[in-house]
């Protein structure tokens, strides 16, 4: 089994930067990709940000060139580093890993993955 859990959420003004953590365990080994997913009341899941294995990286439109997706595989960690945040970046932001092989054109999707962390809460106001 693979855990998986999220740190760093809180509260931000717009236009400030907070940078979040998931720290996995477990087997990690067969993690093939790993990504970022908010989901904000009354809305769907959003893929936010993804990394696969080769380290290659995929951003949602509306986040790119604010957010940057890392992993340090030596402290098995991810992270998303957020910065000039808008009210609308304000939802509940999980992480999550794929134990199975990842698709570069499903990044981005939910049902590419299947372990998930409980999430962190991120509020900008």
């Known amino acids: 089994h693979v855990q998986l859990v999220e740190s760093g959420g809180g509260l931000v003004q717009a236009g400030g930067s907070l940078s979040l953590s998931c720290a996995y365990s477990?087997?990690?080994?067969?993690?093939?990709?790993m990504g970022w997913f908010r989901q904000a009341p009354g809305k769907e899941r959003e893929g936010v940000a993804a990394?696969?294995?080769?380290?290659?990286?995929s951003y949602a439109d509306s986040v790119k060139g604010r957010f940057t997706i890392s992993s340090d595989n030596a402290k098995n960690t991810l992270y998303l580093q957020m910065t000039n945040l808008k009210t609308e970046d304000d939802a509940m932001y999980y992480c999550?890993?794929?134990?199975?092989?990842?698709?570069?054109?499903?990044?981005?999707?939910?049902?590419?993955?299947?372990?998930w962390g409980r999430g962190t809460q991120v509020t900008v106001s």
């Open positions: 990394i696969d294995s080769d380290g290659s990286t």
């Open positions: 477990g087997y990690t080994s067969f993690i093939d990709c």
């Open positions: 999550a890993a794929s134990s199975t092989r990842c698709w570069p054109s499903a990044l981005l999707d939910g049902t590419t993955y299947n372990i």
